[in-house]
């Protein structure tokens, strides 16, 4: 069994080094292939008489198309393959580099195929201006939060987080439980240049822009080792509080948990009831669903006070004010 194994692994390492060798021959051949293209262009405006207004909207055009080919490849094999090698989460830093190369390489070669000098790109006055100018605007802002997202590290690729944008404030049910946070939940996918890619708890994929997810509060549930669950409920002001607050105390013991339950409020016609649970479980849905689907049949079960009848505890101290 040991020996099908290290078989089965020689053959899958050789099949990463074939796709590799590939991947990389096939960029470099598209990296040629452009470059000759280039020349053709220009050797081509003599005979055919193209004008400069021709042939360098052509250039520019072809290092579009190049560079996108190169982008899909890298997309579609080179980083599957470096994730497979090193993990998902060393992956993210270094893919994030390389498109950011691109992305910059692929904007200075259009510009040096209008016939901008690289000289004059980076030290031009006018250049600082416009990416001043640019860095408030949509696709800059997401750019430079992305770079924030790789020096920081709030998270990484495959950690699960909650995040509040800060456009949306607290929200308070209809319900009387306690004030809601309307965070998103979800594992991290990717990181690229301008969004980051959450896998949600209700299915759909989410692109959130850096630039909002930046600003956002985020919680990483994976960082953390121990956190806080709260739970408040109402129960029917008929059941006898004395006997239901020891059964949930010794449920919560039974489930692993230390704390007691409390009274924090109540009404007419209720009560409500306080449960923190300490816990480690990424989930606030699954600590929630085992606690509660036990405290519902508990509290079916617990005896009920009769109108005009004494509960025992109030019984007792009765008694001790008459004597």
Known sequence: MAHHNHNGELKKNGELKKLWRKTGILILVLFIIGVLLAVLVNIAKGPLHLSKSVSDPIKALIVLLIGGAISFLLERYLFQLISRTIGAKSTTSLRFIIRLFLFFA????????????????????????????????????????????????????????????????????????????????????????MYTTI???????????????????????????????????????????????????????????????????????????????????????????????????????SPRVTPGQIPLADADLKSEDKS
């Not at 699960?160 to 004030?179: C, G, K, T, V, Y």
């Not at 039974?254 to 409500?272: C, E």
Request: hydrophobic residues 45%.
């Open 199 to 301: 896998l949600t708890d209700t299915g759909p994929v989410m692109a959130v822009p850096n630039g909002t997810i930046i600003q956002a509060l985020v919680e990483n549930v994976s960082q953390g080792k121990r956190r806080n669950v709260r739970m408040r409920f109402d129960v029917d002001i008929a059941v006898n509080p004395h006997e239901l607050m020891p059964r949930v105390q010794k449920l919560l013991q039974t489930l692993g948990y230390s704390v007691s339950p409390r009274i924090i409020d109540m009404t007419p016609t209720s009560y409500s009831l306080l449960i923190v649970a300490e816990t480690s479980s990424p989930s606030d849905d699954e600590v929630r669903d085992q606690i509660m689907s036990r405290l519902v049949p508990l509290v079916q079960a």
């Open 106 to 193: 692929v904007i200075l070669a259009v510009l040096a195929a209008f016939g901008v000098g690289l000289s004059s790109v980076v030290f031009g006055g006018a250049f600082v201006t416009a990416v001043i100018g640019l860095a408030g605007q949509t696709l800059f802002s997401n750019l430079i939060a992305g770079i924030a997202l790789l020096i920081f590290h709030p998270f990484e690729v495959g950690d699960r987080i909650n995040f509040i944008a800060w456009q949306f404030p607290i929200l308070m049910p209809s319900f009387p439980h306690e004030s809601t946070k309307p965070s998103y939940s979800g594992n991290i996918v990717d990181i690229s240049l």
